[in-house]
């Protein structure tokens, strides 16, 4: 009980300086039956073994009784209140399953740098706030919990993580000295492993304005840790032309409202009021924003981003997204002095996909698909041709050495609609020569005659 009242008076300060909090999701915990090979905790009987080249910490609530259980080389068992094992014969015919042993899961599977094992305010998604990927893991001025009623083991690296605080153990660690402390001692190293660092930076952010995650460094980890799943490449966006905000792993549909601001922009305060005027409006509910401070780039001076992320199935309707975009434009463009905004831009998606048709393609997709589909068609147009020439009764092959009968020495071009002689020009008159040249060749196209006279 002590250590849930030490979350609450956490996430308590954390609400009262507006600073973010992310919540560890997995654990390693006895009872849970993720952990296990068989996606289920041992059953009464069982044979349990656990990694024995792994360093753990396993928490167990329950009694359970085995057979045989094989240890780590390095690890503990934390017994709950009421938790309990017990040996029994295996000949006892218990209602265990015969087959391989329980196999607890590599506990190093888990990496810092993976955010979907990061959880952030329930308060914030139910208001309409998504946070993008580098971002759902913990930024520099965040507040990370791990639960305390469960056991952990998470991975750092590569590179170094930087956080306010860390509540682990039923403990908060505020300092960087017992931070250091911690991960030295051989519970730290239980529960921390990896060849990154993690290290606090107490002090808030103290920029009206906002402050940046500082995840910018590491996003190319981050994005290979959250598309590990998918062999490495993102899922086809539902959209044309998905836009790829910063921080952002896969392109998403929807629109980017880029704000460059002044000195008297606040961050919050602009995010208090998209919420309240904007989102609360019947049109734009179920939309989702994520609002941000943004490294600036050679290429824009804007500051702040505002990603408006369009709803999948049962969400708002296509399209949605742009409008509460350019309704924010409109707001800079009456508001902005007020709020501290110099200027704004809007960047959107594309249509939406329908379907496996050629209007879910790119423009470089559709070019490339007309492009098929006309030479499919001119081909079949030849083969055609090439048939009708061999079964018309009035038409045949000629070998190129057959007699051909009499023609007219002219013929009718289509261009001209005049008629050309078919036998060679008459040469041309003569034109003056050059002193400067010895020799001279020319050649008169009887298409572009009439052009060069009138030039």
């Known amino acids: 009980m002590d250590a849930f009242c030490r979350v609450l008076l956490v996430l308590h300060l954390c609400a009262l300086t507006r600073a973010a909090y992310k919540f560890w999701v997995p654990n390693t915990n006895f009872d849970d039956a993720n952990n296990w090979s068989q996606n289920r905790t041992p059953c009464a009987g069982a044979a349990v073994e656990f990694p024995a080249d792994k360093m753990v910490s396993v928490l167990v609530h329950g009694s359970h009784s085995l057979v045989d259980m094989l240890l780590p080389l390095d690890g503990e068992l934390v017994l709950a209140s009421g938790a309990a094992f017990s040996a029994v014969d295996s000949a006892a015919g218990l209602d265990c399953e015969a087959g391989a042993p329980a196999r607890f899961r590599d506990p190093d599977r888990f990496s810092w740098l993976d955010p979907r094992l990061w959880r952030p305010a329930d308060a914030d998604a139910a208001r309409g706030l998504f946070l993008v990927d580098a971002e759902r893991v913990p930024c520099r001025h965040d507040d990370v919990v791990f639960p305390p009623d469960a056991s952990f ?82 899922a086809p966006a539902a959209c044309l032309d998905a836009l790829l905000p910063a921080g952002q792993c896969c392109g998403l549909c929807g629109a980017v409202v880029s704000l460059a601001h002044g000195p008297t922009f606040e961050l919050e305060r602009y995010r208090e009021r998209l919420l309240r005027d904007f989102l609360a409006q019947p049109q734009y509910r179920g939309l989702q924003v994520a609002v941000s401070k943004v490294p600036r780039t050679r290429e824009a001076d804007a500051h702040v981003q505002v990603v408006v992320r369009d709803g999948g199935d049962g969400g708002p309707a296509p399209g949605t997204a742009g409008r509460l975009a350019r309704a924010l434009l409109a707001d800079v463009a009456e508001q902005g002095p007020a709020l501290g905004v110099l200027s704004a831009s809007v960047r959107e998606s594309g249509a939406p996909l329908r379907g496996g048709s050629a209007a879910g393609l790119s423009g470089r997709g559709r070019a490339a698909a007309l492009g098929v589909g006309l030479g499919a068609a001119l081909l079949l147009a030849l083969l055609a041709g090439a048939l009708l020439m061999r079964r018309a009764p009035g038409l045949r092959w000629r070998r190129r050495d057959e007699a051909a009968p009499a023609a007219p020495l002219g013929f009718e071009n289509p261009v001209f609609h005049v008629a050309v002689p078919a036998s060679r020009p008459p040469d041309p008159p003569a034109l003056p020569s050059d002193p400067r040249s010895t020799s001279h060749n020319y050649f008169i196209n009887p298409l572009f005659a009439e052009a060069e006279a009138e030039a």
């Open 153 to 234: 083991r998470v991975g750092l690296g590569p590179g170094g993580a930087r956080v306010r605080s860390v509540s682990a153990g039923g403990q908060t660690l505020a300092r960087p000295e017992d931070l250091a402390a911690l991960l030295a001692s051989r519970a730290g190293r239980l529960r921390f492993h990896g060849p990154g660092t993690l290290s606090l930076s107490p002090e808030p952010c103290g920029d009206p304005s906002g402050c940046e995650c500082g995840n910018a460094a590491a996003q190319p980890h981050i994005c290979r840790a959250l598309l590990g799943p998918l062999g490495g490449s993102c």
